[in-house]
Each structure stands twice: as structure tokens, then as C-alpha cells.
């Protein structure tokens, strides 16, 4: 069978929503269950995570190359990660104001510089609608971090080289984190 060419692909919606039900909520997700024709014609149902806050990533860089990572205990993973500072942006607040929240919360790091560096990003684009932005912090000053009650972090100043490194061999699996890492590899490459 041959496969459509770019020009010959339709790129409106295939599928047919027939009923929608809220099957659980609460402050952060929303999960919904349509009942539904796919693209074939046939009917089925597609659960969907709905995110109420966009993912915001930020990578902290100082004049000599480092960086900071922040570890914790991941959850839903059951295991300790490092990652790059993250957190969830509220509807009404800025991406950049959030990343440098963020940063300051997780790490104690103010930044008066904060550049784009990966935006709108679909971190799963089969089950959820969540979205992320990812910054770059730059001209950093140190305080004291003011993690949430849920966050037992520890923060960790190493090269920005070896960050990398870590995110190529799988030492960092936080998705958002290697988006990240391996964005500023090719900008270090130039």
C-alpha cells in the first residue's frame, strides 16, 4: 500500500466525537472519557488526560558553563531522578515569569535573563494535551530555595557539558530535561 504524500494528507479532524463524560478531576489534571468513530469509521472510546497548568522547564547556565539540577523523588516513576528546575504554569501567569518562579523556588537561583529555548512542546501526544516551555536562565544570583511542601529537593551545580552527558547516557530520562540538554549540545556545536 502505498503511503500519502505531504500534499495528499488531510489535515482535518478524521475523528467524530459522539459523547464526552468526565470520569475524575481535580487541581491539576482532568480526565475524560468520548466515545467515539475513528478515522476507519469505527467506534471506540479515547481517554484523554487534560492538564490544568503548561510544564514549564528552565536550565540555569552562569558565565563558566554550569548549570543545576534539581533531584527528587519521582512518584509515579518510583524512583530518584535529576532534571532540570520544572514546575506547572497557572493559567494568567506568564511562561518567563513562571520559569524564573520556578527556579527561584527549586533552587534559590535569580535570573535576570531569561531567554526561550524550546517552546509549545507536546510531551505526549496521544493521551494528554499538555504543553511546555522551556528557558534558558542567564546573569544568576544565589539565595535560598523555597520549595513547595510536596518537594524534597536536593540541588546539584555541575558543568553544563556533563548535564549533557548525563541526558545522553540515560543518568537524566525526565523527557523535559533531555529536550533541554540536547537543545544547547547543538547550540555549544554551534
Given at each position: 500500500?502505498?503511503?500519502?504524500?505531504?500534499?495528499?494528507?488531510?489535515?482535518?479532524?478524521?475523528?467524530?466525537?459522539?459523547?464526552?463524560?468526565?470520569?475524575?478531576?481535580?487541581?491539576?489534571?482532568?480526565?475524560?472519557?468520548?466515545?467515539?468513530?475513528?478515522?476507519?469509521?469505527?467506534?471506540?472510546?479515547?481517554?484523554?488526560?487534560?492538564?490544568?497548568?503548561?510544564?514549564?522547564?528552565?536550565?540555569?547556565?552562569?558565565?563558566?558553563?554550569?548549570?543545576?539540577?534539581v533531584g527528587q523523588w519521582r512518584y509515579s516513576h518510583e524512583r530518584y531522578e535529576w532534571e532540570i528546575p520544572e514546575g506547572g504554569c497557572p493559567p494568567g501567569e506568564e511562561p518567563a515569569e513562571c520559569a524564573r518562579r520556578e527556579l527561584l523556588e527549586e533552587t534559590g537561583i535569580r535570573a535576570a535573563t531569561i531567554e526561550p529555548l524550546l517552546m509549545n512542546l507536546q510531551l505526549s501526544n496521544s493521551t494528554t494535551n499538555e504543553v511546555c516551555d522551556i528557558f534558558v536562565a542567564r546573569?544568576?544570583?544565589?539565595g535560598e530555595a523555597e520549595p513547595e511542601e510536596t518537594e524534597q529537593l536536593a540541588v546539584k551545580r555541575l558543568p553544563l557539558t556533563e548535564a549533557i552527558q548525563m541526558a545522553l547516557d540515560g543518568r537524566i530520562r525526565d523527557s523535559v530535561s533531555v529536550l533541554a540538554l540536547l537543545r544547547l549540545a547543538t547550540q555549544l556545536r554551534g
Open positions: 500500500m502505498d503511503q500519502p504524500t505531504s500534499d495528499s494528507i488531510e489535515t482535518t479532524n478524521p475523528w467524530t466525537t459522539l459523547s464526552s463524560r468526565e470520569g475524575y478531576v481535580n487541581p491539576w489534571i482532568r480526565v475524560r472519557e468520548d466515545q467515539v468513530i475513528n478515522p476507519s469509521g469505527g467506534r471506540g472510546i479515547y481517554g484523554v488526560v487534560e492538564y490544568k497548568n503548561r510544564a514549564i522547564g528552565v536550565v540555569p547556565v552562569d558565565a563558566e558553563g554550569n548549570t543545576w539540577l546573569d544568576l544570583t544565589f
